[in-house]
């Protein structure tokens, strides 16, 4: 049995949606996964990124898909557990990603297109975030002015974008000819396109930098996600689907590292160099444990809720993002001490766990910002559900206060 379905294994009768053949697919990933990781070469920079995009199309080739129906949120949420257990890079090693905006939400044509290329193995970055700050969307200046030939022409710069080099095309936000917040695909061989990349503390299996738009051509008729000014509408349906998917699979590799630990600790115990293992290490394990578990499993429910339309969808996914990383934040820096100065080496998994992790408290939404959000939507829910408290309550209120 692999390490993630060692994990996941137990949680089955959580999953009641994926029958024999859809697990057993699950299975079959989760083998390849691992095999093909075994015979990685080490690599760094552009070489990591090719490894990485060739494993993604590997698996394409090999019909390593979410199965259609209500099933495949789930089976994409573990799938992406089974990804991350052994490698946060690998978070694009299967799915739509953020291809699932074009999808959903672009016209039929353009939409069939892309899924040939989306089944390909090609991927699609997402281009939001500027410089005056990503958790301000609403904010953002990039422009289209209408062109002489009824197209668009759109002008602005992105930063901080992931997958910036790999992207076969970019889901861009901005104002479009009437100031509105809209969304587009564009292909990522457009010639007004220039990169920038940047070098990152973490999450270096794929390229992240400034996306500059000179003169863009849009046309509104096919490129479009959703209509004109839907631009906060698509990327907040988006990122309910979304954000479940960027947690499982850092979940996945507080699991890995959690296995990782457990291991290298039984190893050392057997091999008599560690006589007895301190109760510290012991509930560190177990505590860490408990706490991965709990949260994968509100994951999955996330992800449930978000294929659903459920009202809860969009609120779940945005404080269950922030919770979970801090979750797998968190078990990553307590379970590495208990590996000593071995796990401080550059080169060892936790080490570059630790860093790549960090970049996940940013990407997808900055905690404290998706925190309060959160907050004001249940403060919103709860004033919008009471009624005005009448004097012996308020009294009452008082009282407890004193
Ligand atoms: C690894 C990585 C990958 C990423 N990938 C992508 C990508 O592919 N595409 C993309 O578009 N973006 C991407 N991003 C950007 C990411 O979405 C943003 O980092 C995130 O939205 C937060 O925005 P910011 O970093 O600009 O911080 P800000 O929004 O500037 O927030 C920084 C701090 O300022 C606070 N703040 C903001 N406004 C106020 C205010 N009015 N008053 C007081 N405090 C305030 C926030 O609460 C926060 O604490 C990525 C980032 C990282 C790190």
Same mark, same amino acid.
């Given at each position: 049995m692999t390490p993630a379905l060692a994990w996941l294994e137990p949680l089955r009768s959580s999953v009641p949606e994926l029958d024999a053949d859809t697990w057993s697919d699950l299975c079959g990933l989760s083998r390849e996964l691992a095999r093909r990781v075994a015979a990685a070469p080490p690599l760094d920079g552009p070489g990591r990124s090719r490894w990485l995009l060739d494993l993604r199309r590997h698996l394409a080739d090999y019909g390593h898909h979410a199965p259609a129906g209500p099933s495949g949120p789930v089976w994409q949420t573990l799938a992406q557990f089974c990804?991350?257990?052994?490698?946060?890079?690998?978070?694009?090693?299967?799915?739509?990603?953020?291809?699932?905006?074009?999808?959903?939400? !672009?016209?039929?044509?353009? !939409?069939?297109?892309?899924?040939?290329?989306?089944?390909?193995?090609?991927?699609?970055?997402?281009?939001a975030t500027e410089r005056h700050g990503g958790s301000r969307l609403q904010e953002i200046t990039t422009r289209a002015r209408l062109h002489r030939d009824g197209r668009w022409r759109v002008n602005g710069e992105k930063c901080w974008v992931s997958r910036l080099v790999e992207s076969a095309g970019f889901v861009v936000f901005f104002r479009d000819p009437d100031s509105r917040i809209t969304a587009v695909v564009i292909d990522a061989a457009n010639e007004g396109l220039e990169r920038e990349p940047i070098a990152p503390f973490g999450l270096g299996g794929w390229s992240w930098g400034v996306l500059r738009l000179h003169d863009v051509p849009v046309d509104p008729a096919t490129d479009l996600l959703g209509r004109a000014g839907d631009g906060l509408a698509v990327f907040r349906r988006h990122f309910a689907r979304f954000r479940p998917l960027v947690t499982a699979t850092a979940l996945g590799t507080a699991a890995g590292m959690h296995t990782l630990v457990a291991d290298a600790l039984a190893a050392r115990h057997k091999a008599g160099v560690l006589p007895r293992v301190r109760d510290n290490a012991l509930i560190t394990l177990g505590r860490t444990h408990a706490e991965i578990t709990a949260a994968l499993l509100a994951t999955i429910t996330t992800s449930r809720l978000a294929m659903a339309g459920h009202p809860h969808a969009d609120l779940a996914a945005r404080v269950g993002k922030a919770a979970g990383i801090d979750t797998a934040h968190r078990a990553i820096t307590d379970l590495a001490p208990l590996l000593g100065a071995w796990g401080f080496q550059q080169a060892s998994p936790i080490a570059k766990a630790r860093a790549d992790i960090t970049g996940l408290l940013y990407a997808d939404g900055v905690h404290d910002s998706l925190y309060r959000s959160g907050g004001l939507s249940l403060l919103d829910a709860s004033m919008a559900a009471s009624t005005p408290p009448s004097t012996g309550h308020l009294a009452a209120v008082s009282a407890t206060a004193a």
């Open positions: 990804a991350g257990v052994h490698d946060l890079d690998l978070r694009d090693a299967t799915g739509t990603g953020h291809g699932a905006m074009i999808l959903t939400d !672009a016209a039929e044509v353009t !939409a069939e297109t892309w899924r040939a290329r989306l089944d390909r193995g090609e991927l699609v970055g997402i281009a």
